[in-house]
């Protein structure tokens, strides 16, 4: 099993920069690749930016160049840097875990980005 938990959302003003962490116990051995989704109201959960446990990173389209993921393999935390922060990148983030091919998924923190 593996427990995930994500922080550092919240409020910020469009061109602002908030850093998503998702912090992970358990058997965090089993962990292949870690991604952050988002899902806004009305919309499917979509994946924002994945990473490897080679450190491989991927993105969306809509957020390259503006967000990077990171990992603290000694913290067993993975981060989401978000910069130039638009309104529609507001949504509830979630931090997933692949293990093994089991999925497991964080409780989800809220970005609001006002215009």
């Known amino acids: 099993q593996v427990q995930l938990v994500e922080s550092g959302g919240g409020l910020v003003q469009a061109g602002g920069s908030l850093r998503l962490s998702c912090a992970a116990s358990g058997s965090t051995f089993s962990i292949n690749a870690i991604g952050w989704y988002r899902q806004a109201p009305g919309k499917q959960r979509e994946l924002v930016a994945g990473?490897?446990?080679?450190?491989?990173?991927n993105y969306a389209d809509s957020v390259k160049g503006r967000f990077t993921i990171s990992r603290d393999n000694a913290k067993n935390t993975v981060y989401l840097q978000m910069n130039s922060l638009k309104p529609e990148d507001t949504a509830v983030y979630y931090c997933?875990?692949?293990?093994?091919?089991?999925?497991?998924w964080g409780q989800g923190t809220q970005v609001t980005v006002s215009s």
């Open positions: 990473i490897s446990s080679g450190g491989t990173t």
């Open positions: 997933n875990a692949d293990g093994d091919g089991v999925d497991y």
